[in-house]
T-cell receptor, first 110, second 115 residues
Framework: SQQGEEDPQALSIQEGENATMNCSYK?????LQWYRQNSGRGLVHLIL?????REKHSGRLRVTLDTSKKSSSLLITASRAADTASYFC??????????FGKGTRLHILP | DTAVSQTPKYLVTQMGNDKSIKCEQN?????MYWYKQDSKKFLKIMFS???????INETVPNRFSPKSPDKAHLNLHINSLELGDSAVYFC??????????????FGNGTRLTVT
């Protein structure tokens, strides 16, 4: 069954605005990670957040995790054209099985 | 230096052929994976190897056979290719075994087109 589901599927915002993407999952997890994928390239790791953590920051990125709601959000502040990409969440369950969501396509408008 | 490299980048072949995709990582990681990304960008794990030993073998047709000659290499051989095998195949590696205790490092993918 699908574990991670990103929302929205696609998002277009003006350069300089903040972008928020959400990820929901169904079963208990050990860790959650966010990845970025530029067109024609492999996925690049952004942030790892463990199940006992609630918030992590990395530069312009902020990730939150709410295990009671089984959801996570990725906030990109002050977006830039280079942020245009697809963003995926990935979770692992107690059996270490990794499942990726279907991704959010983010488009930054000039 | 490319951390996870896979070849070829593009592969166009006819139905019924047999093809291989190679993957090498120079990160010293013990765990390597093959993922398949379909046309809708959905990424699904196919296989996972830890120290040359098969750990995860998802429901994948037995026409797909991974081979790990050493822990830095994980190749994927596909027999009797079918149209539905067309996808982008990604190799990845991680430091800390299966699960998401550490980041996955992905190659840039092999776009397989079966005609």
């Amino acid at each position: 069954s699908q574990q991670g589901e990103e929302d929205p599927q696609a998002l277009s915002i003006q350069e300089g605005e903040n972008a928020t993407m959400n990820c929901s999952y169904k079963t208990s997890i050990n860790n959650l990670q966010w990845y970025r994928q530029n067109s024609g390239r492999g996925l690049v790791h952004l942030i790892l957040i463990r199940s006992n953590e609630r918030e992590k920051h990395s530069g312009r990125l902020r990730v939150t995790l709410d295990t009671s709601k089984k959801s996570s959000s990725l906030l990109i502040t002050a977006s830039r054209a280079a942020d245009t990409a697809s963003y995926f969440c990935a979770t692992d369950n107690r059996d270490d099985k990794i499942i990726f969501g279907k991704g959010t396509r983010l488009h930054i408008l000039p | 230096d490319t951390a996870v490299s896979q070849t070829p980048k593009y592969l166009v072949t006819q139905m019924g052929n047999d093809k291989s995709i190679k993957c090498e990582q120079n990160l010293g990681h013990d765990t390597m994976y093959w993922y398949k990304q379909d046309s809708k960008k959905f990424l699904k794990i196919m296989f996972s190897y830890n120290n040359k030993e098969l750990i995860i073998n998802e429901t994948v047709p037995n026409r797909f056979s991974p081979k790990s000659p050493d822990k830095a290499h994980l190749n994927l051989h596909i027999n009797s290719l079918e149209l539905g095998d067309s996808a982008v195949y990604f190799c990845a590696s991680s430091q800390a075994g299966t699960g998401l205790n550490s980041p996955l490092h992905f190659g840039n993918g092999t776009r397989l087109t079966v005609t």
